[in-house]
């Protein structure tokens, strides 16, 4: 075979997805979480002056994660390991943790990163427990969910946790604008885009740097090619974004107006007002799990006592909707919004907060009852801290005619159920309780 042959069908260049070139070496050229790395900041003086702690960085796909590992990669003199939680097991953590350990017994350091860290199993979290409490590895871990809750509390223990933020739509938009001008983007090419465009990528790509650098990616791919460069025309962009129109703004107005709509016609107990409100909003592209926040949300604010199980729905909706995704978790916000909307309806847990807090921003000194008091110690004890507490399952009506509100408060009604639902028996009980407590049999 000739070496014209091989040129043409044996060798091809190898492709690099757009987000993996605007992948910045260095903390210059990285876009958004000024909390973290803004000029001043820690973790940008951590990173700076190589003296990394072991760290989790938490936070949505998309927002700077494993860039910044990649960055950290470039600056420290430590030796620098690219796990994957997903490919590795117990045996690759044992192989790479020995050479760690012989690393630091001549004084070098040994940077770990595993991407994904919530997918190990605990088995395979508590491997490398033993090198990062005696310093032969500095372990940064990736993870789109809570660590509190999927990495081992003696590992997260001894990690500080980095919260990075979706992206604001500016950081995408100024991303973007780069990515046409960098020579590792489309710099190289001439093309033709609006600033409304790049906006409307910015905004559907919801807080998410890859899928923004993606649909940019795509819609400059299936561009009209022309004379004088590349231009991208709407018709492209929304199918490039596969809608059949394209994102509202929302953070402007139509978007508050429909998720206002969505929750009034809840509130108004109209199942099929709620259910074309909600198709609205997720047809349009609107974030599954921001409608089902606002979901649980109304759970307690608009039902509340009167049906206690419209919370735990409310919230098992959600987590159905974050591991599920769209377009299949449009029928649990249904089931969920028609829920909400058929449930009895009670504002009263709403309006006793609001009532305690007019008090509690008022009267931020008044004094704790000294009986309910806490007495760890001696000296509390002697200063009558405790005195006079009944613990009310001692008693047969297991509770006490015991003051439990500050004396400048007492009397003060903050919860006021108004019978709807199940909250017709709470507002009966409520009744005999301070009957009972004022002296009178309530029961």
């Known amino acids: 075979m000739s070496m014209e042959q091989m040129s043409l069908f044996d060798v091809q260049e190898t492709y690099h997805p757009l987000a993996s070139r605007m992948r910045p070496d260095d903390l210059d ?16 003086q951590l990173i700076e002056q190589d003296r990394i702690p072991s760290m989790i960085f938490w936070g949505p796909p998309g927002v700077g994660k494993t860039t910044l590992a990649g960055i950290i990669a470039h600056r420290t003199n430590a030796r620098f390991i690219n796990f994957s939680a997903v490919t590795s097991g117990i045996k690759e953590i044992k192989e790479v943790m020995a050479q760690a350990e012989q690393s630091r017994r001549v004084g070098a350091k040994t940077v770990v990163f595993v991407d994904e860290i919530h997918r190990f199993n605990k088995a395979q979290q508590d491997a490398f427990l033993p090198y990062v409490e005696k310093g032969s590895i500095i372990l940064i871990g990736a993870t789109t969910e809570n660590p509190s809750f999927e990495i081992n509390s003696a590992l997260l223990s001894r990690c500080r946790v980095f ?52 649909v940019l990616e795509m819609a400059v791919t299936n561009g009209d090619i022309g004379p004088d460069g590349t231009t991208v025309s709407m018709e492209t962009l929304k199918q490039c974004i596969g809608k059949k129109s394209l994102l509202y703004d929302k953070k402007g107005e139509e978007h508050y107006n429909l998720i206002s709509a969505l929750h009034k016609s809840m509130r108004n107990s109209d199942p099929d007002a709620a259910v074309y409100w909600l198709a609205r909003m997720l047809e349009a592209g609107e974030d599954p799990l921001y409608v089902a926040r606002r979901v649980v949300r109304f759970a307690s604010e608009d039902v509340g006592l009167a049906d206690s199980q419209a919370m735990p729905l409310a919230v098992a909706a959600y987590q159905a909707c974050h591991f599920i995704g769209m377009p299949e978790c449009n029928v649990i916000l249904s089931h969920a919004v028609i829920y909400m909307a058929m449930a009895p309806k009670s504002n009263a847990a709403d309006a006793a907060y609001i009532r305690a807090k007019a008090d509690a921003e008022t009267m931020l000194a008044e004094p704790v009852p000294l009986n309910i008091r806490n007495a760890p110690t001696k000296l509390m004890a002697d200063l009558d801290y405790g005195k006079g507490y009944i613990y ?39 009744e005999e309780i301070k009957a009972w407590k004022r002296g009178e049999n309530g029961f």
């Open 29 to 44: 050229g990285f876009v958004g979480q000024e909390h973290l790395l803004g000029e001043g900041r820690l973790l940008r």
């Open 392 to 430: 009310a399952h001692d008693t047969a009506e297991k509770m006490a005619r015991m003051q439990c509100l500050p004396d400048s408060l007492v009397g003060r009604e903050y919860y006021k159920p108004d019978g709807q639902g199940a909250e017709a028996a709470l507002k009966k009980r409520l």
């Open 163 to 214: 919260v990075l933020q979706a992206l604001k739509t500016e950081d995408l938009v100024k991303l973007l604008d780069r990515t046409l001008k960098s020579d590792s983007g489309f710099g190289y090419l001439n093309i033709h885009i609006t600033d409304d465009m790049l906006h409307m990528i910015a905004e559907f790509a919801n807080g998410d740097a890859r899928t923004a650098l993606n």
